[in-house]
């Protein structure tokens, strides 16, 4: 069974970083997409940026586009969001999910709602 935790949330000053850690195991399929999304209370989800295992292709949202970086590492069956610059309009409760490969990254990440999620961290910019 695919599933995916997240970890390494928390609380930082405006200009900030902070690393995102998503955990994932059950792989059964040939390639898999895992994408950082996130949501506040009352909100939209928002798709921040999905990544590919197999060629890393990445995909990211304009609103974070020059100061998140997605990467995916293998060995550890690890997917870190790392995020710099922070703005307070950053808030939110972030979540990973994953998904097999079935179509282009940036299609899989805006349009397709993917089968596994984990829980949801949260992380709190403050100006």
């Known amino acids: 069974q695919l599933r995916v935790v997240e970890s390494g949330g928390g609380s930082v000053q405006s200009g900030g970083s902070l690393r995102l850690s998503c955990a994932a195991s059950?792989?059964?399929?040939?390639?898999?997409?895992i994408g950082w999304f996130r949501r506040a209370p009352r909100h939209e989800r928002q798709e921040v940026s999905c990544?590919?295992?197999?060629?890393?292709?990445?995909w990211y949202a304009d609103s974070v586009k020059g100061r998140f970086t997605i990467s995916w590492d293998n060995a550890k069956n690890m997917v870190y969001l790392q995020m710099n610059n922070l703005k307070p309009e950053d808030t939110d409760f972030y979540y990973c999910?994953?998904?097999?490969?079935?179509?282009?990254?940036?299609?899989?990440?805006?349009?397709?709602?993917?089968?596994?999620w984990g829980p949801g961290i949260r992380v709190v910019v403050s100006s």
């Open positions: 059950g792989f059964t399929q040939d390639d898999y997409v």
């Open positions: 999910a994953a998904i097999p490969k079935m179509a282009t990254v940036e299609v899989l990440c805006t349009r397709v709602e993917f089968g596994a």
């Open positions: 990544i590919s295992r197999n060629d890393g292709i990445a």
